[in-house]
């Protein structure tokens, strides 16, 4: 009687498309530090300090690339929790170097592995304008959220003031990408996989939509400005329907 020799398993074939895209190392994964900043207070705002009579809180940072946002975040919410969770595996390696915890969860594919209401806030630094499904993003992020509980959300903006400009002249903004190979008809030279893109208006009216109240919307200047344009880029935060990133604060209904 002949034995039949046991199975191997198939190697797991390669990531394909968008996933082959965000899992490739040399796409970036963090944001300015500016803006990182700017979203950090705004949350420290929100939460207070942690106190007796005020646990800490547990912030996701959902989306959080290499951890550089949240290593900000850390230091500006000293004593809440922040966890980061991000898809890309690569991401997650560098971020666990700034973060004391990191989780894998995806957006697109299933639920994040949190109980429902389990936290408290939720930074979402430019990740929205990154997805094929914004609307489900958003329902899942509603779903962790405890009721009360905060969304910081950030994103370029289309309709930033050289964007303005841009169109006039017939060149396609900038943050706009046709392709995600190379760059086409627009200034610069790096791709970085943006699909969905807002104005203030749209991003207040879809945010809302998702089940929040929106609280504030502010600007923030965008690091690739050239830098003698920089000081104008600053200035435009003041309006944000001018600036060339959107940070909105809401809250779960």
Same mark, same amino acid.
């Given at each position: 009687?002949?034995?039949?020799?046991?199975?191997?398993a198939?190697?797991?074939?390669?990531?394909?498309g968008?996933?082959?895209f965000?899992?490739?190392?040399?796409?970036?994964?963090?944001?300015?530090?500016?803006r990182?900043?700017?979203?950090a207070r705004?949350?420290?705002?929100?939460?207070?300090?942690?106190?007796?009579?005020r646990?800490?809180?547990?912030?996701?940072d959902?989306?959080?690339?290499?951890?550089t946002?949240?290593?900000?975040a850390?230091?500006?919410?000293?004593?809440?929790?922040?966890?980061?969770?991000?898809w890309?595996?690569?991401?997650?390696?560098?971020?666990?170097?700034?973060?004391p915890?990191?989780?894998?969860?995806?957006l697109s594919?299933?639920r994040?592995?949190?109980?429902?209401?389990?936290?408290d806030a939720?930074?979402?630094?430019?990740?929205?304008?990154?997805?094929?499904?914004?609307?489900?993003?958003?329902?899942?992020?509603?779903?962790?959220?405890?009721?009360?509980?905060?969304?910081?959300l950030?994103?370029?903006?289309?309709?930033?003031?050289?964007?303005?400009?841009?169109?006039?002249?017939?060149v396609?903004?900038?943050?706009?990408?046709?392709?995600?190979?190379?760059?086409?008809?627009?200034?610069g030279?790096? &791709?970085?996989?943006? !699909? @969905?893109?807002?104005?203030a208006? =749209?991003? $207040?009216?879809?945010?809302? *939509? %998702?089940?929040?109240? /929106?609280?504030?919307?502010?600007?923030?200047p965008?690091h690739? &400005?050239?830098?003698? !344009? @920089?000081?104008?880029?600053?200035? =435009?935060? $003041?309006?944000?329907?001018? *600036? %060339?990133?959107?940070? /909105?604060?809401?809250?779960?209904?």
């Amino acid at each position: 009687m002949t034995s039949t020799p046991p199975t191997t398993a198939a190697p797991a074939a390669p990531p394909t498309g968008l996933r082959a895209f965000y899992e490739d190392p040399a796409v970036p994964v963090a944001s300015g530090a500016d803006r990182s900043h700017r979203q950090a207070r705004m949350l420290a705002r929100a939460l207070g300090p942690v106190r007796p009579d005020r646990p800490a809180a547990t912030v996701l940072d959902v989306g959080c690339g290499d951890g550089t946002a949240a290593a900000v975040a850390a230091r500006v919410l000293a004593g809440h929790r922040i966890v980061g969770v991000d898809w890309s595996q690569d991401a997650l390696r560098r971020a666990a170097r700034r973060v004391p915890q990191v989780v894998r969860g995806e957006l697109s594919d299933g639920r994040l592995p949190f109980a429902s209401g389990a936290a408290d806030a939720v930074l979402f630094s430019e990740v929205v304008e990154h997805l094929v499904d914004p609307d489900s993003a958003l329902d899942e992020l509603h779903r962790v959220l405890r009721p009360g509980g905060h969304l910081m959300l950030s994103t370029p903006n289309l309709a930033a003031w050289y964007n303005r400009a841009l169109l006039l002249a017939g060149v396609q903004p900038v943050f706009s990408e046709v392709s995600l190979r190379r760059i086409h008809g627009r200034p610069g030279d790096q &791709v970085v996989g943006h !699909l @969905r893109l807002f104005t203030a208006r =749209a991003l $207040r009216e879809f945010v809302a *939509a %998702s089940g929040f109240d /929106v609280v504030r919307v502010e600007g923030a200047p965008f690091h690739g &400005v050239p830098r003698p !344009l @920089r000081p104008l880029d600053r200035l =435009a935060c $003041r309006l944000p329907s001018l *600036a %060339s990133i959107l940070l /909105v604060h809401a809250r779960r209904k």
